[in-house]
């Protein structure tokens, strides 16, 4: 089965009839009705019935809009995750704050910005003492810190 004769069962059972079936996807009533009538082959059960202007679900067809009718919805928000995730909106961010630094307002406003540019994107602050910051950095524990500028040597692969 695929997604497209899914959300067109999906549909057409919520508005009960082809035709407006049809205008709310952009697509032709004949379509629709191949669509379905492939669907009703594939999974050998017949799901609507069917007269001139209206249709209606069968048994099978009732069972199989109740455990699949959010699955389209849910389907479009996975993929735009999983399209965020590669653009590297959507994840986790650990950052390790040096224990006693005062974050300023400069850098809590850069951190409510940033969390308004990327929504999807969580972050913790965790405190620790300058040599624990330095292990889990290097250990990925934090993906960055925040420290003194002058208490990190220059490395390379920072």
């Known amino acids: 089965m695929d997604l497209t004769k899914l959300k067109y069962f999906t549909t057409a059972a919520e508005c009960g009839n082809f035709s407006e079936t049809a205008r709310r996807l952009y697509t032709s009533q004949p379509n629709?009705?191949?669509?379905?009538?492939?669907?009703?082959?594939?999974?050998n059960a017949k799901l609507f019935f069917r007269d001139r202007h209206s249709v209606r679900l069968t048994r099978a067809g009732e069972f199989l809009y109740r455990q699949?009718?959010?699955?389209?919805?849910?389907?479009?928000?996975?993929f735009e995750t999983a399209r965020a995730m590669a653009r590297g909106d959507t994840g986790d961010l650990t950052i390790g704050v040096l224990?006693?630094?005062?974050?300023?307002?400069?850098?809590?406003?850069?951190?409510?910005?940033?969390?308004?540019?990327?929504?999807?994107?969580?972050?913790?602050?965790e405190r620790a003492g300058f040599s624990e910051l330095?292990?889990?950095?290097d250990a990925l524990r934090f993906d960055m810190i925040l420290t003194f500028s002058f208490d990190v040597p220059e490395r390379d692969d920072l």
Request: net charge positive; charged share 30%.
């Open 32 to 43: 629709i009705s191949k669509q379905i009538s492939s669907l009703e082959t594939e999974i």
């Open 68 to 78: 699949t009718k959010d699955l389209p919805a849910e389907l479009d928000r996975i």
């Open 99 to 125: 224990a006693g630094q005062r974050l300023g307002t400069d850098v809590i406003r850069r951190f409510q910005r940033f969390t308004a540019l990327y929504p999807d994107l969580r972050f913790t602050l």
């Open 134 to 137: 330095m292990s889990s950095l």
